[in-house]
């Protein structure tokens, strides 16, 4: 029996010994003094250095300086005491990098309670520890620039702002912007547009203190934190800096491409607390700057707080605007210059709110494409239009196409052309007697399916014009590709044709262009008898604006088409005076 039992220990023994040598993670074992007298091989394997060579030694052979002389005193004590240590600890790999392990330390002791060894097991976590900061970084950096994200700003900005009060100094916000960034994926694709944002990146950091932070929030938008500001001027020249950092274009693929940035600037208060409000300033800021021109710099206001609520208040009350009838069309006459007479008709959306009057097109057009009302708005706006037309017809008034502006959003849903389709079979309305017009930035929006949307309407009979031409991107691209039937000359470059030579000649040849590509051509925003002899003289086919007659009510447009060809009333003098 007593052989039976010393065969099984022996056995357990070596089975002990097998599982601590096969062991995953480094084990060794010092006496009291702290001299090693075994280790696994898995030590080896952890530590690069061999067993056999290590026996006698003290583990300090492994210290890296990554801890210091207190941690060290606090585990001997520990230990001392009889007690299991458990920690975290840098060590030295024998080729000289640095590992680091999850370690922990056991006393062993006697019979009468003595320390007399200590077991130490050592899990490597280096690979871990690696791949939680790179997930840590990823949470924390945007994917494509490796710049700090949305996240990052949030925390330091939350720092800053706290130590801006306790210093009395101030934390500035600025929101950066990329003019016209669509164009670039448009024309050049969404890798060139990936390039240019990751060159973007970089030139800003460029530009920056190092107590700066740059961020990309998404999109073609960055915001910069600038702490410690003595005041406002700091902000506005650092906003200055980053203007000038984008005068020289930017290297993509050996390709240089051109772009301008606009920039909202927001600087705290000792009463600035909410960090969601303080970035809501720079976007509105962003907003002011992007809307009087681009290219530059706006600091918030106290009054923009009243621009964005009445925003707010617009985009609550646009909801049932049609249901409540508030939404009406106003219609201005297109005259032909060598008939003197009405050949066509443009339908111009108009708003009566109830509180405010009526609101323009200008104001909440925008605000009902960010809401996801323009659909539905313009469909109103195309069978109101179709409808007034074949009225006219119908009652014997000459037959003339109603032009109706529509934008990207309308265009690039999918069931736009049945839509119209729809419209047009409802109405009664003949598809020449539809004229759809298009802004150069319209036809950017979603190339291919524009494309075959306007070809289909072409097929249908639809007509197409080009808007506010010249003010777009790469207008002559876009004369080439679609099916236009006409341009409109932008009234930027109509208006002050007799004293601007630069606008007049653009005008002369735009005109000569239309010309050469079978094209009408009418100019916009005509108010004085001498730009109408001025356009006559250039050729231009066509005129739109206030000198024939403003826009107005179907009826009063109504007693203008009954007038005749040689009775169009130019706008009286001294309305237009009042107008400008």
Request: net charge negative; aromatic share 6%.
């Amino acid at each position: 029996m007593t052989l039976e039992l010393d065969r099984e220990m022996r056995r357990t023994t070596r089975l002990q010994k097998a599982a601590i040598e096969s062991a995953a993670n480094a084990i060794f074992i010092t006496n009291k003094a702290g001299a090693i007298v075994w280790a696994n091989p898995a030590f080896e394997v952890l530590t690069g250095h061999p067993v056999d060579e290590v026996l006698g030694s003290n583990p300090r052979i492994l210290k890296s300086g990554e801890q210091d002389d207190d941690f060290y005193r606090d585990l001997w004590q520990t230990l001392l005491r009889g007690e299991v240590w458990h920690g975290r600890v840098t060590n030295r790999h024998r080729s000289g990098g640095l590992y680091t392990a999850e370690q922990t330390i056991t006393p062993i002791l006697d019979d009468d309670g003595a320390v007399t060894h200590f077991v130490a097991i050592h899990e490597d976590i280096t690979a871990r520890l690696a791949s939680e900061e790179r997930i840590a970084h990823m949470a924390m950096h945007d994917f494509l620039t490796d710049l700090p994200n949305r996240y990052a700003l949030d925390s330091r900005l939350d720092i800053e702002l706290i130590r801006a009060r306790r210093l009395g100094t101030r934390v500035a916000i600025l929101l950066i912007d990329l003019d016209n960034f669509k164009e670039v994926n448009d024309t050049l694709g969404h890798a060139a547009g990936d390039r240019l944002l990751i060159a973007v990146g970089e030139r800003l950091k460029e530009t920056l203190r190092d107590v700066d932070m740059i961020c990309r929030l998404g999109g073609d938008e960055f915001v910069v934190l600038q702490p410690d500001l003595a005041g406002r001027k700091n902000a506005a020249d650092l906003a200055e800096r980053l203007l000038r950092a984008f005068s020289e274009g930017f290297d993509v693929g050996g390709q240089e491409i051109s772009v301008n940035t606009s920039i909202g600037v927001s600087i705290s208060n000792r009463e600035t607390t909410s960090k969601s409000a303080f970035i809501r300033e720079a976007d509105l800021a962003l907003y002011r700057a992007k809307s009087e021109g681009r290219n530059t710099f706006r600091f918030f206001k106290d009054e923009m707080n009243a621009e964005i609520k009445r925003r707010m208040s617009l985009a609550r009350d646009l909801h049932g605007a049609i249901q409540r009838n508030e939404l009406f069309l106003e219609y201005q006459p297109q005259v032909s210059l060598g008939e003197r007479r009405i050949v066509g008709i443009e339908a111009l959306l108009r708003w009566r709110h109830p509180e405010l009057g009526v609101v323009e097109p200008t104001e909440f057009v925008p605000i009902a494409e960010s809401v996801g009302l323009i659909v539905e708005v313009g469909e109103w706006v195309l069978q109101a239009a179709c409808r007034q037309a074949q009225s006219w017809q119908n009652r014997k008034f000459p037959a003339l196409p109603v032009a109706v502006n529509i934008s990207a959003v309308e265009l690039r849903d999918s069931r736009f052309v049945s839509r119209v389709s729809r419209i047009l079979a409802e109405t009664g309305l003949q598809p020449r007697y539809l004229e759809l017009e298009l802004t150069e930035r319209v036809l950017m929006e979603g190339k291919d399916s524009v494309e075959r949307a306007l070809e289909i309407l072409n097929e249908l009979g639809v007509r197409i014009s080009l808007d506010h031409f010249g003010t777009g991107y790469a207008s002559l691209d876009y004369i080439r590709r679609h099916p236009l039937s006409k341009v409109k000359i932008d009234r930027s470059f109509v208006e002050d044709m007799d004293t601007n030579f630069k606008n007049a000649t653009i005008v002369g040849a735009v005109i000569d262009l239309a010309a050469k590509l079978d094209l009408q051509v009418i100019a916009e925003g005509v108010e004085a008898a001498d730009l109408v002899q001025r356009l006559v003289n250039e050729g231009c086919d066509e005129v739109q604006g206030f000198y024939f007659s403003r826009p107005v009510s179907a009826e009063k447009l109504e007693q203008l088409l009954t007038l005749g060809s040689l009775h169009i009333q130019a706008y009286p003098e001294q309305e237009r005076r009042k107008r400008a």
